[in-house]
């Protein structure tokens, strides 16, 4: 049972920069696709990012595309999302989650991922 703990959500001011991380344990890790979603208050959660096994290839939601940077560490069963000129309309709560097969290319249906984490509160003030 793959268990996926995010962390490193804030407030920040608009214009600022986080980092989420996405730690892995409990299961495999290194050959699956991985992905970002978030859920703002009042809407359907929505793909925001997502890497290869390898992190050789990454996709991003057109509304973050140059903002937003995935990244992997497969050695400490870590992927991350770097966030800069952050804006107010990206408050949500952001998930990570595993791809179902193993190899998986990086999609953005959220029924692609079968494992999830809890989630961390993202606040943009303006």
């Known amino acids: 049972q793959v268990q996926l703990v995010e962390s490193g959500g804030g407030l920040v001011q608009a214009g600022g920069s986080l980092r989420l991380s996405c730690a892995a344990s409990?299961?495999?890790?290194?050959?699956?696709?991985m992905g970002w979603f978030r859920q703002a208050p009042g809407k359907e959660r929505e793909f925001v990012a997502a890497?290869?096994?390898?992190?050789?290839?990454?996709r991003y939601a057109d509304s973050v595309k140059g903002r937003f940077t995935m990244s992997r560490d497969n050695a400490k069963n870590t992927v991350f999302l770097q966030m800069n000129s952050l804006k107010s309309e990206d408050t949500a709560i952001y998930y990570c989650a595993r791809s179902r097969n193993i190899y998986d290319i990086p999609n953005v249906e959220s029924g692609s991922y079968d494992y999830w984490g809890q989630g961390t509160q993202v606040t943009v003030s303006s």
């Open positions: 890497i290869t096994w390898t992190g050789g290839y990454t």
């Open positions: 409990g299961g495999s890790f290194t050959y699956y696709a």
